[in-house]
């Protein structure tokens, strides 16, 4: 009788087993310090799929990017700002009555020496040339599309204090004489919206982290010595 309950109960796992979906194997590539996810959907009526990333293992997965009722296919996602060191990848995968399957976990290990080569790369190419809408065109009678598809070459000169760090995307802040003068500095994005502020900048330098921005893209700095406008310009977050 006994063995005879051991058989139902392997027979029972083994059918559950075929009746649920295979889960999807991910493949990963880095190139110039993208982290490019790929997988084969092989069933209709997935409702979404999650693309989760861990810096430390199986542990503290969020969620980067989800995709909506994918279809039958290839799948890519591409990660496009990986962190420096160890990044764990999976996907988490909901089938319909929200049946969640999770993939494979792919681990890469991204060098810092590829990051800065990427963003040196990206300086070289993009930085001295980016490409801003044209101030002059924000008619409010001209369809945003087609401000967009007309933008004009943008020329900036980079300040010498405060600038992008090519190495590391990071906003370096080189005030020498911040401790006998009143300074604060205000960012804004191409629309003037403000979108950060240093009411007191008391040292010589400052690391200012990139993600503390809304987005990449191109943003206006202001710095002042009290009420003072001293300088303005232009800053690159990756």
């Known amino acids: ?18 009746s649920q979906p295979e889960l999807p194997a991910m493949n990963l590539v880095t190139e110039k310090a993208f982290n490019i996810l790929k997988c084969t959907v092989q069933f209709d009526g997935v409702r979404s799929i999650a693309v989760q990333r861990s810096a430390d293992s199986i ?30 990848y999976r996907l988490s995968v909901i089938f319909a009555g929200d049946v969640e399957w999770f993939s494979n976990t792919y ?14 790369e990206s300086i070289e190419t993009g930085t001295s040339k980016a490409k801003l809408p044209d101030p002059g065109s924000a008619d409010s009678n001209t369809p945003s599309e087609e401000k967009s598809k007309n933008p004009k070459d943008f020329y900036y000169t980079p300040s010498s204090r405060v600038y992008t760090n090519p190495y590391t995307g990071h906003i370096n802040i080189n005030l020498e004489d911040a401790r006998t003068h009143k300074y604060s500095i205000r960012f804004l994005d191409p629309d003037k919206n403000e ?23 191109i943003y206006h700095f202001q710095l002042y010595d009290g009420t003072t406008l001293t300088e303005t310009g232009y800053i690159t977050i990756y």
């Open 195 to 217: 979108v950060l502020r240093i009411s007191r900048a008391t040292k010589s330098f400052l690391v200012l982290d990139k993600n503390n921005f809304n987005a990449r893209g």
């Open 59 to 88: 542990r503290n997965f969020i969620t980067i990017a989800t995709t909506n009722a994918p279809k039958k296919g290839l799948f890519s996602y591409i990660d496009k700002h990986p962190t420096v060191g160890m990044n764990y």
């Open 107 to 120: 681990k890469v290990f991204l060098d810092s020496a590829i990051l800065a080569k990427s963003l040196k």
């Open 1 to 18: 009788m006994i063995r005879f309950r051991i058989l139902i109960v392997i027979l029972l796992f083994s059918l559950q087993a075929r």
